[in-house]
Each structure stands twice: as structure tokens, then as C-alpha cells.
């Protein structure tokens, strides 16, 4: 519990969250709004999104922004609207997590679809660039730090067979994270960062693992603490990483 004198770790902060609408992305807009921080909320389920507006504006929390956007197939032009939007609304951004993707099939490479393989990559990887690149000029204007969080895995750190596009758009992501990061030093606010959340009991976690038994896994909302440290001033200084929870 905060009292009224304590500033929220997250206060005045904008953060845009990929992947929204439910799971690791859900929860941390929860857990963002709950640290202070407006969150303009990116996903296709524009219902589901709806309803996370309606909740946390009923909680009175700082009233969040709903973009529907499709990552798979949406144009360059739409990630300039989206850039220009975040300019005339707030004039900066604080915050960018990069947490949507696609599971895709989990089989040998030599029975790969190549369809699902260049839907993998164009969520997983392509819309990442895609995001990092055009609204670092606005990141730049924060006038605080900025932080960009890009999500990994343990199979983008160390692959393992029948993991697929899946596991190659995660070895990707950290190639973009390594690159961005090291641009950025010394002479950017913004830093850039990988994180891999671990086993979380989300609908991907559920389709990976048919088998296991959810309950023995940890929830989204265990994550969020940790997020929210990468995502404020705390963890300023720290570029360039590929994180675990
Ligand atoms: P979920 O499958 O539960 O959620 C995926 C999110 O991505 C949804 O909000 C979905 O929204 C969004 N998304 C998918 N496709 C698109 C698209 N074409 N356009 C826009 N948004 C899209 O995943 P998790 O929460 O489990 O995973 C979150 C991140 O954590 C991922 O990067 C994942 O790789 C990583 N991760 C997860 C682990 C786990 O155990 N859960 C372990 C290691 C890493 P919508 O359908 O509304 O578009």
C-alpha cells in the first residue's frame, strides 16, 4: 500500500505493451497502470482490449489506449500512424514492451510449413524491428530514461529440436536486441534490453505443453515486479542484456 506522499515506481510514465490482451502482456499492463504508468495497449482482440479499458478505468486507474494493429500483416505505413499517434497524444514515450509472438508449430525442420514459418517471423521478429526502429524518435523525446524490453525465451538462448521458427525468431530477437543496444550506448536515453519470462501459465505455455498440469507453473502476475524494475528509473544503466526472471 502507497500512501499519498509516495511516488509510484512507474508515475507519468507512457508504455506501449504488444500483445495486450492476455497473458505475460495482460498482466503487465495491469501491473504498469498499477504503478502509475498510462499503457496504450497493442493486440488484434479488440473485445478483449475493450474490456481491460472498462476495468481499469473503473478501478481508477490511469485510463489506458486501445490499439488494434495486426502484427502479421499489417504495413510500414501503419507503424508511422501508430508513431505519429503516440506524438500528438503524449509527445513521448518511456516505455516499449515487445511481448507478442507466435508459437507456431513445435515439429522437425524438415516438416516446417514455410507459411507458418514467415508468420512466425513477421510477429516475432520483423514487427519487433519494425516498432524498435520507427518509435525510437519518439522514445528519444522522454524526458526521463526509456526503456525498450524485448521478449526472448530459453529456446532463443539455446535452441532445442522441433522448436522451429519459434525458436529461431527468439535467437533473432536478441541479434535486434545486441545491435539496437550497443547503437544506443552513450549516446541515447533509451536502453534496450531481452527478457526471458520462463515457464508462465499463458494459452502459449498451454499449447507448448498439453500435458502439464497449469497449476504447477508459475502465473503472469509473478512476472510483474520484475517488469516493472526494467521498465522505471531503477534499472537505468542496464543496456544491452539478455535477462531472466
Ligand atoms: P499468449 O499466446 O498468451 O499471448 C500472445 C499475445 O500476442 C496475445 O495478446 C496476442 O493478442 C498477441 N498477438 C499474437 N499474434 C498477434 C498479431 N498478429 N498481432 C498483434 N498481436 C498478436 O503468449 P504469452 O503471454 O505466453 O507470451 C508472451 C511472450 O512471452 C511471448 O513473446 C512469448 O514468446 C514469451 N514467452 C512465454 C513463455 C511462457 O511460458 N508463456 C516462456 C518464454 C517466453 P491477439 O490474439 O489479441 O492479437
Same mark, same amino acid.
Given at each position: 500500500m502507497t500512501d499519498s506522499h509516495s511516488v509510484l515506481p512507474l508515475d507519468q510514465r507512457v508504455i506501449l505493451v504488444t500483445? @495486450? +490482451?492476455?497473458g505475460i502482456g495482460r498482466a503487465m499492463v495491469y501491473g504498469f497502470a498499477e504503478a502509475g504508468a498510462t499503457v496504450i495497449m497493442l493486440a488484434r482482440n479488440e473485445e478483449a482490449l475493450n474490456h481491460i479499458h472498462d476495468d481499469l478505468v473503473a478501478k481508477k486507474l490511469p485510463q489506458p489506449v486501445i490499439v488494434q494493429f495486426d502484427l502479421e500483416h499489417a504495413p510500414e505505413e501503419a507503424y508511422f500512424q501508430l508513431r505519429d499517434m503516440i506524438n500528438e497524444e503524449f $509527445?513521448?514515450?518511456?516505455g516499449l514492451l515487445l511481448n507478442a509472438s507466435l508459437l507456431g508449430q513445435r515439429t522437425p525442420l524438415s516438416n516446417y510449413n514455410w507459411q507458418t514459418w514467415n508468420r512466425v517471423m513477421n510477429i516475432n521478429v520483423n514487427s519487433t524491428f519494425l516498432l524498435a526502429r520507427t518509435l525510437l524518435p519518439v522514445m528519444e523525446q522522454s524526458p526521463a530514461d526509456a526503456s525498450i524490453l524485448m521478449t526472448s525465451s530459453s529456446v532463443g538462448r539455446k535452441s532445442k529440436a522441433y522448436w522451429g521458427a519459434y525458436a529461431v525468431s527468439k535467437f533473432a530477437t536478441e541479434g535486434l536486441m545486441q545491435t539496437m543496444a550497443e547503437e544506443l550506448e %552513450? &549516446? +541515447?536515453n533509451v536502453r534496450v534490453n531481452s527478457i %526471458?519470462? $520462463? $515457464? &508462465?501459465? &499463458?494459452d502459449m505455455r498451454a499449447e507448448a505443453y =498439453? @500435458? !502439464?498440469? =497449469? @497449476?504447477t507453473v508459475k502465473s503472469p502476475e509473478d512476472l510483474v515486479a520484475r517488469y516493472i524494475y526494467l521498465m522505471s @528509473? !531503477?534499472?537505468?544503466?542496464? %543496456? $544491452?542484456q539478455a535477462l531472466d526472471i
Open positions: 500483445g @495486450a +490482451s492476455k $509527445g513521448r514515450l518511456d %552513450n &549516446t +541515447s %526471458n519470462p $520462463g $515457464g &508462465t501459465r &499463458t =498439453p @500435458a !502439464e498440469d =497449469p @497449476a @528509473a !531503477e534499472s537505468k544503466g542496464i %543496456n $544491452g
